[in-house]
Structures are given as structure tokens and as C-alpha cells.
């Protein structure tokens, strides 16, 4: 089955979260022109085999899998998306999804892209002066440059390779003076690590010859700060109302939280990890690095000196609320585990996004919805009303529920408004008493 990427479809599916799994796996299905080998793949028949992950890693002994769950309502640029997240706590899939349709209402998200230009470092150090060996390294960046563009022939085919040297001299460091050689290196669709190194190491040499010194490491840095993607999004007011707040004073509300964030660390981290529970879900299904992306989002967040929010919201003179995030998101389409997992290369079917920089900005844009359904809820009715209704499968399977008993026991829960493990399990046991008592009772 194909689909025509140009035929218009909408993330607006009403009810989705209401269908049974097999209606859900078979509605994206037909979004994204699944065949029978992908659809298989989602519903975990034909995933990562055992043998295939004892090539992706050392020491396997098995899988471990996640549940896939997709983001629905994403409106970005113009273009509708169904976004696939890997993730295992309850109420990121329904917040961000929740948060899209609202942004829907202010026309989607509006998002862009830095070229993908990765950095390498080389450290070098035994030079009697740091600034005249970088002024012989400056001299030389031509001849580093083409010898950068040896590495990948395919890449610089491809439009990518050597883009600019950057010389960052410390003159007295705990270890003596060194000087720190930037290689900037376009990586196109990949999310280049492996370019990079290859690169640092072949330029190690050249480098010693030019300088004197010695070279010790030669890594890319994960503050791919040359690398950022943006979203911005308006949410009209009036969308963000509940039955005991006006949806101006909910926009207020948000603003504050946000400001809060901003200014002190403490809050900021809480913040940003709810922005990275959205960006991290998409970068595991679509099997990129996580670490990477949380390495290089926290740093960014304390370029100033004090980490603070990644995002900014404010209140427009209308009352609605806007926000922006800008982050570093160092990502791929193509090569490691994005090409080897075939969970991962459904997930980008399912995407159908077209280049790494658009990745980003899928991420960019979902990581801006994730903060806003955070603090909505946190601005409204606290983060534990609805985190615990949606938390309530776990806590029924975690109290011994059977696949039958959890939709009931979690009815029960909601409705009796206590959940917890140990009220669940007075439940479950009254339940199967009740039903031993029926089963007991002899026919008419």
C-alpha cells in the first residue's frame, strides 16, 4: 500500500486513544502506507531479534522492549505528522498530543533549522605558546580543511563535509597550556559522531607537524550548538480555560511557571527534564542517541553561567499565550541504530520526515508541547490528577491484575478517586471474591 506524500492528511484523529490497540496500529498503518512486514513489526512480531542486538552491542543476552506509543494533532510548518514515542511513563503521549491540538488552534508550530554542522575537538598540548601555534594552525586551515574532506568522499558528494577551523587557546589550565583545534564538519543527515571522530583522527598528525605539540583527545563535542532547531507556537487564550480558570488567567499562570523557571535552577531542571521527556520518546523510537540530545540540551541551558528554562512563554497583548524553545538537536536519518532497528525504521515511515533537519525540528516542536502540558497542568489542577489516572494500568498491573481485570479495577480506582498500589490490591481482591461468590451461586 502506498501513499502519496503530497495527499493531504490530518494528526486530528478524535477518539484515537479510545480505539483498541489492533484499530490504532492498523489507522497509522494506513497513514504512513505501511506493509504487512512494518505493521507486524509495531505489534511486536517481527522486532529487534535477539541476534540482530547481539551485532548492536557487546555482552547481549536478550531484548529489552518499550512501549511505542503516537502523538497525535501536530500541525508543523503547515504539514500534519503523526509522531511515534518510546516511553514508559504515563501521560507524556496524551500532554504533548493534548497540548498539539491546542497549538492547532494558533496555527501549528512554526519551526526551523541550522545547517547540520557537528564540532570536533582536538586537544593539543606541549607547545611553548598556545598563540603562536594557533596562529600556525590558522595559517594552515586550508590544508586542514582539504584534508577533512578526504575522510567521506560520499558525504562532501552529498553536500556535507569541512565547513571552517576555530582555535580556542587556554594559556593556563591545572594541566599546562593546551589549545583547543575546532573542526566544523556538516554532516548532513547523519548524526555524525562517527564523521567527526574519523575526521579528529586524521587531522591528529597534521596537526602535531603544525603546532609542535601533541595531540591527546580527538572527539566530537555534544554541544552542537552550530546545530539547533527552534519552534515557536501561539495558544489562543481561550482554548486554555477549565471549569475553575479563565483561559487568560491560565495563560497568566503559565507565564509564571515559566518565569519561575528561568530564574532559578531548581526549577529549571524540572522544567527541561519535562521538555526531554517528549525530545528523548521521539529520539528513542526513531532510534537516535538520547544521551547525546540531553548532553548537549543541558549545557546549552547553562551557557550563561546559570542553567535556566530552554523555553519562553509570554502572554501577547491579546491575552494568548506564545512560547519559543531553541536547543541544540544533533540527530540522523541515516546510519547507527536509525538504519539497524527495524522498530526505529518504521518509526520514520510513520514520521515521514524527509532529512535530519527535519527531524529536529519535529523535535524541536515536540519538546515545546511537552513543556506547555506540564505547565498547564501543573498551573490548573496540579501534575498528580491527571498523572495518576493515566498511571493507573501500571499501578493495576503492578498490584497482580490480569488483562481482564485491569480496565475494570482501573474504573474502580478512578471513580472511588484513590489510587494506589495497596488500595488496588484491596480492590483486586475484593473483585475475585465477588466474582467467586457469582460463580458460586447455582443456576436458576
Not at 316 to 324: S, V, Y
Not at 418 to 434: K, P, S, W
Request: charged share 20%; with cysteine; proline share 4%.
Amino acid at each position: 500500500m502506498s501513499i502519496d506524500p503530497k495527499q493531504r492528511r490530518s494528526s486530528r484523529l478524535p477518539g484515537f486513544y479510545k480505539r483498541s490497540l489492533a484499530e490504532r496500529a492498523a489507522m497509522v498503518a494506513q497513514w504512513a502506507g505501511l506493509d504487512r512486514h512494518d505493521q507486524a513489526v509495531l505489534l511486536g512480531l517481527g522486532g529487534l531479534t535477539v541476534t540482530q542486538a547481539d551485532h548492536m552491542i557487546e555482552n547481549v543476552i536478550g531484548v529489552h522492549a518499550l512501549p511505542l506509543g503516537i502523538a497525535t494533532n501536530f500541525l508543523i510548518n503547515g504539514e500534519d505528522y503523526l509522531i511515534p514515542m518510546v516511553v514508559e511513563e504515563p501521560s507524556i503521549v496524551a500532554g504533548v498530543s493534548y497540548a498539539a491540538k491546542l497549538a492547532r488552534g494558533g496555527g501549528g508550530f512554526v519551526t526551523a533549522a541550522d545547517d547540520p554542522v557537528m564540532i570536533g575537538q582536538i586537544q593539543v598540548l606541549d607547545v611553548d605558546n598556545v598563540y603562536a601555534a594557533a596562529g600556525r594552525v590558522w595559517d594552515a586551515r586550508a590544508q586542514l580543511m582539504d584534508e577533512a574532506n578526504c575522510c567521506d568522499r560520499v558525504l562532501v558528494d552529498l553536500g556535507g563535509g569541512a565547513r571552517g577551523i576555530e582555535l580556542r587557546p587556554f594559556p593556563d589550565t591545572p594541566a599546562g597550556p593546551m589549545l583547543i583545534v575546532h573542526v566544523l564538519f556538516d554532516v548532513r543527515d547523519a548524526m555524525g559522531a562517527n564523521a567527526i571522530n574519523t575526521t579528529c583522527e586524521r587531522l591528529a598528525p597534521l596537526i602535531e607537524a603544525i603546532t609542535g605539540g601533541r595531540v591527546n583527545l580527538r572527539i566530537l563535542s555534544n554541544l552542537a550548538d552550530r546545530r539547533k532547531a527552534r519552534a515557536t507556537c501561539v495558544i489562543p487564550a481561550e482554548t486554555l480555560g477549565t471549569d475553575t480558570m479563565d483561559g487568560q488567567d491560565v495563560a497568566r499562570a503559565i507565564v509564571e511557571a515559566a518565569v519561575f523557571a528561568e530564574v532559578d535552577p531548581y526549577r529549571a531542571a524540572t522544567h527541561n527534564k519535562g521538555i526531554m521527556n517528549g525530545m528523548d520518546a521521539v529520539a528513542l523510537a526513531t532510534g537516535n542517541d538520547w544521551r547525546a540530545l540531553e548532553a548537549g540540551a543541558h549545557a546549552w541551558a547553562s551557557r550563561s553561567g546559570q542553567y535556566t528554562a530552554l523555553t519562553r512563554w509570554e502572554q501577547d497583548t491579546r491575552g494568548d499565550l506564545r512560547g519559543e524553545i531553541e536547543l541544540p538537536v544533533a540527530v540522523g536519518t541515516v546510519g547507527g541504530a536509525t538504519r539497524v532497528h527495524p522498530v526505529a525504521q518504521v518509526a520514520l515511515k510513520v514520521l515521514g520526515v524527509e532529512s535530519a533537519s527535519e527531524l529536529a525540528q519535529v523535535m524541536a516542536a515536540v519538546g515545546l508541547a511537552q513543556n506547555v502540558a506540564a505547565m498547564r497542568a501543573l498551573a490548573t489542577e496540579g501534575i498528580q490528577r491527571g498523572h495518576m489516572a493515566l498511571h493507573a494500568k501500571q499501578i493495576a498491573l503492578a498490584a497482580g491484575a490480569a488483562d481482564q481485570e485491569v480496565a475494570p479495577l482501573v474504573e474502580r480506582m478512578i471513580g472511588d478517586s484513590t489510587i494506589g498500589a495497596e488500595y488496588a490490591q484491596t480492590l483486586l481482591h475484593e473483585m475475585r471474591r465477588d466474582l467467586r461468590a457469582s460463580d458460586d451461586q447455582p443456576d436458576d
